[in-house]
């Protein structure tokens, strides 16, 4: 706890701001990897779930983006665009830089739906010192608060209608004691993960099994059986993994539920979600092609709106099909010794969730960015990870999806049938917010 907010009050320095005036400071992109970095580590801290972070990160974003739009004719309100999403009214406040207002609602709309978003109020309180030391009018950073706060509040008021409360009401979910069927795995046993996400509101999709995969290869203990056969097939990659097979696992594990066992106590290992990892990633594409402001609240909004569709989808079949994991299924039919080289994440397998949402995010930094962007990933290197590097978002998108396989904690008809989800929602996303032509076509197909 400790060292996050060490790291909360650290960050701040003018906030991006790239030189001081008094009504307008210019904000690079990286203002908004601020805020994003610092909601990342927020989760790390308290555990949030990959499904429930992504919607973190949405309606944050939404909320910099509706001030954004109000300013900016390049971007388009999503009242009529996104499901459900009202009209935002600007608030009737003079004298304001609304970039400093854009940011500032991101950081009050993450406040109120962290669990530790209180954390964020020192943060704020440095931004808001930060804005006034170089030269911006006390009331023009008051006023920015109060845009800010306005904005956020009916952001919020959208996000609380998607029916994620009503979660907590909903029977606890009971593994089902049926051969072949998901079931708890070590170290933490634990019970699964939002059993019931595909109960909230999509933000483009008609529903949640709008794009519903092809049916999982039926659980089998016929060694000659197709399923028997993609059980061996995790098996002996585990066995026989190269060093750079290794690497790839670790850097795309994304597990933050790991735990690790001191001999007396487990303790939680620091990790953050796929979706953050992609919201990192597009925080390195947008400084490196040196996108404005704007164009940066655009991209990840996209992305973020993209991660929860994607979750919505891949949850949906998740607890339809209710897959056992490689784990279980390897040892009780073929080594009960064996172990996966990651920790098996406390869900039921099929399909790859960081597959789906990988491909999903590809897309969408793909249309933006283009299919030759060449790109060092260093998201993972506060965690101890070695950098790594790619010439295109789809091939990273590949490899964290077959670091699954790597990582013995996935099948891979999972694995490739996650992806071909994900491509469906990122170009379903794009056809909704952005009107992009063809792209109903590649969702549909």
Not at 79 to 99: D, R
Not at 325 to 353: C, H, M, N
Not at 410 to 424: C, K, P, R, T, V
């Amino acid at each position: 706890m400790r060292q996050v907010l060490i790291f909360i009050l650290a960050a701040v320095t003018c906030f991006g701001c790239t030189r001081p005036t008094q009504e307008q400071p210019p904000f690079s992109s990286e203002a908004i990897s601020q805020v994003t970095a610092t909601m990342t580590d927020l989760m790390v801290n308290d555990v949030t779930n990959p499904p429930l972070a992504a919607r973190f990160f949405a309606y944050t974003c939404l909320a910099g983006y509706q001030v954004v739009a109000q300013h900016d004719s390049t971007l388009q309100p999503m009242h009529g665009v996104l499901n459900g999403f009202p009209e935002i009214e600007k608030p009737p406040v003079t004298a304001y830089s609304y970039q400093v207002s854009a940011l500032l609602a991101m950081i009050e709309t993450a406040k109120k739906l962290q669990p530790s978003g209180a954390l964020m109020d020192a943060y704020e309180r440095r931004f808001l010192d930060s804005c006034r030391t170089s030269g911006m009018d006390a009331e023009v950073v008051n006023n920015s608060l109060a845009y800010a706060q306005s904005i956020s509040g009916q952001v919020l008021a959208y996000a609380k209608a998607d029916k994620y409360n009503r979660i907590s009401n909903y029977p606890r979910y009971t593994p089902k004691e049926e051969e072949g069927s998901w079931f708890p795995t070590p170290p933490g046993f634990f019970a699964p993960v939002e059993p019931y996400f595909n109960t909230i509101r999509p933000f483009t999709l008609d529903s949640s099994a709008q794009f519903k995969p092809a049916p999982p290869v039926a659980f089998s203990t016929d060694k000659q059986s197709d399923f028997y056969k993609l059980l061996l097939q995790v098996y002996e990659q585990g066995r026989n993994l190269s060093e750079e097979h290794h690497r790839i696992a670790a850097f795309w594990d994304c597990n933050p539920f790991a735990l690790q066992d001191n001999g007396h106590l487990m303790t939680g290992m620091k990790k953050i979600s796929p979706g953050a990892h992609w919201i990192g990633i597009t925080g390195i594409a947008c400084k490196q092609a040196n996108k404005s402001f704007a164009e940066a609240m655009q991209i990840n909004t996209l992305v973020a709106v993209a991660l929860v569709d994607g979750f919505i989808s891949c949850w949906d079949e998740k607890f339809r099909s209710n897959r056992i994991r490689p784990e279980t299924a390897i040892r009780k039919y073929v080594d009960p010794t064996w172990e996966p080289l990651l920790q098996t994440p406390p869900f039921p397998e099929y399909l790859s969730g960081h597959s789906t949402v990988s491909a999903a995010s590809a897309v969408i930094l793909t249309h933006f960015f283009g299919d030759n962007f060449h790109y060092t990933d260093t998201v993972e290197e506060r965690y101890g990870l070695e950098a790594r590097q790619f010439s295109s978002f789809h091939q990273a998108a590949q490899e964290a999806a077959i670091s699954r396989l790597y990582g013995g904690i996935h099948y891979q008809d999972a694995i490739d049938n996650g992806l071909e989800q994900g491509l469906q929602v990122g170009a379903w996303v794009l056809h909704k917010v952005e009107k992009v032509p063809n792209a109903e076509k590649v969702a549909q197909r």
